[in-house]
């Protein structure tokens, strides 16, 4: 596939050809010429010819596509590592299956303080029952245990695991026989966490980023915090990101902040904003989304962390230090906080200020019309998980038993927020759903609910160059020349352009559209393979059969 002449101490030239290059520059674009960490060129494969003798290698697609990497635009990149590499709940249908899984993992890791799992989720199996407590000491063979549901906003715990937490069953979120929320979850999080070795989190942390790289993701946005990870966590994360090949990591840190003093401290941790998982709200499969109106299976609505004055005092300071702020909203309520308390912000610095600073509010499930309008007000990014709604949509989804099916078909509603123009960035919370690319296209494309649909082409762009723009990159995330050389290279079936209303053609191969294809993503249908990860024109990942 690939032939070189590579003198290494100067910046390499590439040129790919023979294949289908996705450029706005080209539609019909055959190749392309990578120099150094930019591309030079995207045309046809005549016009290669001229480029052949010039370059140190020449990259065969032999009919592959070539298309701009992924930004994964929300990942908590230890937490999916520990889940690569240690034990994993998903997918466990029943707490039969969990007790299983625990005892078999505590056999394996006998010198483990703490053994710790990911990915559980109680609300599809028969009564909805986690493993009790005590269920959970006699698996686990009587050791410490920490295991996050799915959401990660709420875990289960042995008894030797809460004997390491003094007073505990004080904070609120305690419960005891039952997952723990709130309060407790984060003291107890902290000490679980805080039983990771160094070089485990490292070890975890690398094998993410080849994760990663392996989907042709070319850019993670690390969604760090002091109720999440540490600082610690994240100066590592991107210091390993720095010094070995692989994905861009941007950082963010999710501590609130009221003064110019905090916009430094958030600086010098090497973030790029306050933003990310500050938490405003909590999660609806653990009854932690902060609602209007109750669950539809629980007598209450949920837990409010910020209030609208909170969320303006923190707007309002990140505008004025120059840094992006952002929260954590998933409940209607929670969205109202954090839209009442930007147009509050906006009041108070100026909405031209708020507006350019691209403030952003991750997941962002509940909204209602007002909620988007001030989205597009005030220039929020949406930064969205659509296999949240592959996963959990449905009229018989989580989201249906906890809100009713008439408020869960209003979730995740894209159409409407392209509509109105706000910016989409997407990704996948990972660990709570998987770093995959085109699946995540795949649910956005066909989500449950029709209204909500969005073409292929417009959700690529989201998950493309919409998570560069969502860091103040708008020259990035395309295939262009003068754009950094961040691409992939698949191996697919035909390429043709799908869009989300059922009225008209599903798909059209017609070149006369002047519009790049991208693979068929029906359900049912082979996702594409990565073949290779390219990042600022160094390759980070090859497919062992490529």
Same mark, same amino acid.
């Given at each position: 596939?690939?032939?070189?002449?590579?003198?290494?101490?100067?910046?390499?030239?590439?040129?790919?050809?023979?294949?289908?290059?996705?450029?706005?520059?080209?539609?019909?674009?055959?190749?392309?010429?990578?120099?150094?960490?930019?591309?030079?060129?995207?045309?046809?494969?005549?016009?290669?010819?001229?480029?052949?003798?010039?370059?140190?290698?020449?990259?065969?697609?032999?009919?592959?596509?070539?298309?701009?990497?992924?930004?994964?635009?929300?990942?908590?990149?230890?937490?999916?590592?520990?889940?690569?590499?240690?034990?994993?709940?998903?997918?466990?249908?029943?707490?039969?299956?969990?007790?299983?899984?625990?005892?078999?993992?505590?056999?394996?890791?006998?010198?483990?303080?703490?053994?710790?799992?990911?990915?559980?989720?109680?609300?599809?199996?028969?009564?909805?029952?986690?493993?009790?407590?005590?269920?959970?000491?006699?698996?686990?063979?009587?050791?410490?245990?920490?295991?996050?549901?799915?959401?990660?906003?709420?875990?289960?715990?042995?008894?030797?695991?809460?004997?390491?937490?003094?007073?505990?069953?004080?904070?609120?979120?305690?419960?005891?026989?039952?997952?723990?929320?709130?309060?407790?979850?984060?003291?107890?999080?902290?000490?679980?966490?805080?039983?990771?070795?160094?070089?485990?989190?490292?070890?975890?942390?690398?094998?993410?980023?080849?994760?990663?790289?392996?989907?042709?993701?070319?850019?993670?946005?690390?969604?760090?915090?002091?109720?999440?990870?540490?600082?610690?966590?994240?100066?590592?994360?991107?210091?390993?990101?720095?010094?070995?090949?692989?994905?861009?990591?941007?950082?963010?840190?999710?501590?609130?902040?009221?003064?110019?003093?905090? *916009? /430094?401290?958030?600086?010098?941790?090497? !973030? %790029?904003?306050? #933003? $990310?998982?500050?938490? &405003?709200? +909590? =999660?609806?499969?653990?009854?932690?989304?902060?609602?209007?109106?109750?669950?539809?299976?629980?007598?209450?609505?949920?837990?409010?962390?910020?209030?609208?004055?909170?969320?303006?005092?923190?707007?309002?300071?990140?505008?004025?230090?120059?840094?992006?702020?952002?929260?954590?909203?998933?409940?209607?309520?929670?969205?109202?906080?954090?839209?009442?308390?930007?147009?509050?912000?906006?009041?108070?610095?100026?909405?031209?200020?708020?507006?350019?600073?691209?403030?952003?509010?991750?997941?962002?499930?509940?909204?209602?019309?007002?909620?988007?309008?001030?989205?597009?007000?005030?220039?929020?990014?949406?930064?969205?998980?659509?296999?949240?709604?592959?996963?959990?949509?449905?009229?018989?989804?989580?989201?249906?038993?906890?809100?009713?099916?008439?408020? *869960? /078909?209003?979730?995740?509603?894209?159409? !409407? %927020?392209?509509? #109105? $123009?706000?910016?989409? &960035?997407? +990704? =996948?919370?990972?660990?709570?759903?998987?770093?995959?690319?085109?699946?995540?296209?795949?649910?956005?494309?066909?989500?449950?609910?029709?209204?909500?649909?969005?073409?292929?082409?417009?959700?690529?762009?989201?998950?493309?160059?919409?998570?560069?723009?969502?860091?103040?990159?708008?020259?990035?995330?395309?295939?262009?020349?003068?754009?950094?050389?961040?691409?992939?290279?698949?191996?697919?079936?035909?390429?043709?352009?799908?869009?989300?209303?059922?009225?008209?053609?599903?798909?059209?191969?017609?070149?006369?559209?002047?519009?790049?294809?991208?693979?068929?993503?029906?359900?049912?249908?082979?996702?594409?393979?990565?073949?290779?990860?390219?990042?600022?024109?160094?390759?980070?990942?090859?497919?062992?059969?490529?």
């Amino acid at each position: 596939m690939s032939d070189s002449t590579a003198p290494l101490d100067r910046p390499r030239t590439v040129l790919l050809r023979g294949g289908e290059v996705h450029s706005p520059a080209d539609p019909f674009a055959t190749a392309m010429v990578v120099d150094g960490d930019g591309i030079a060129w995207v045309g046809s494969e005549g016009a290669a010819d001229s480029f052949a003798d010039g370059v140190d290698e020449v990259i065969h697609l032999d009919g592959a596509l070539v298309t701009p990497a992924f930004t994964d635009s929300h990942v908590h990149a230890t937490a999916t590592g520990l889940a690569l590499t240690g034990l994993d709940l998903t997918g466990a249908r029943s707490p039969a299956e969990v007790l299983d899984r625990v005892r078999a993992h505590a056999g394996a890791r006998p010198a483990d303080r703490i053994l710790l799992g990911h990915g559980w989720d109680a609300s599809a199996w028969p009564g909805q029952r986690p493993p009790s407590r005590a269920e959970l000491d006699e698996a686990a063979g009587r050791r410490p245990l920490y295991l996050t549901r799915v959401d990660v906003h709420s875990a289960l715990v042995t008894t030797a695991l809460l004997d390491l937490v003094p007073g505990v069953t004080g904070l609120s979120g305690y419960a005891p026989d039952a997952p723990l929320t709130g309060d407790a979850h984060h003291a107890v999080r902290a000490v679980a966490h805080a039983s990771v070795t160094p070089a485990q989190r490292t070890e975890a942390q690398r094998a993410a980023l080849r994760h990663a790289a392996a989907r042709g993701i070319g850019t993670l946005h690390e969604c760090a915090g002091p109720e999440i990870s540490s600082e610690d966590d994240l100066a590592g994360l991107l210091e390993l990101a720095a010094a070995e090949p692989g994905p861009r990591v941007v950082g963010y840190w999710a501590e609130h902040i009221t003064s110019p003093a905090d *916009a /430094r401290r958030v600086r010098e941790l090497g !973030a %790029l904003g306050a #933003a $990310g998982d500050l938490f &405003a709200d +909590g =999660s609806l499969g653990s009854h932690t989304a902060h609602l209007h109106e109750p669950y539809a299976d629980a007598d209450h609505r949920g837990t409010c962390h910020l209030d609208a004055d909170a969320v303006a005092a923190h707007v309002a300071a990140c505008t004025e230090a120059g840094i992006q702020a952002g929260f954590h909203a998933i409940g209607d309520a929670a969205l109202t906080a954090v839209t009442d308390g930007v147009r509050a912000a906006a009041e108070r610095v100026g909405t031209g200020r708020v507006r350019a600073a691209r403030h952003r509010v991750e997941h962002a499930e509940m909204l209602t019309g007002a909620h988007i309008a001030a989205f597009a007000e005030f220039a929020l990014t949406a930064s969205v998980q659509p296999a949240f709604d592959a996963a959990w949509g449905g009229e018989d989804g989580m989201y249906a038993r906890r809100l009713g099916r008439e408020r *869960a /078909r209003t979730l995740n509603p894209y159409a !409407a %927020l392209l509509r #109105a $123009g706000v910016p989409l &960035a997407l +990704g =996948s919370d990972s660990p709570v759903t998987p770093l995959d690319p085109w699946g995540t296209l795949r649910a956005a494309a066909f989500h449950h609910t029709p209204e909500h649909r969005i073409s292929v082409r417009a959700a690529f762009t989201a998950h493309t160059r919409g998570g560069w723009r969502a860091i103040g990159r708008d020259d990035a995330g395309v295939l262009a020349p003068g754009a950094p050389a961040d691409y992939a290279v698949w191996r697919t079936g035909d390429l043709v352009v799908q869009v989300p209303d059922g009225r008209i053609a599903a798909w059209s191969t017609d070149p006369r559209s002047g519009t790049p294809g991208l693979p068929d993503l029906t359900p049912g249908r082979r996702l594409p393979v990565c073949l290779r990860t390219v990042v600022a024109g160094r390759t980070v990942y090859e497919h062992p059969n490529g």
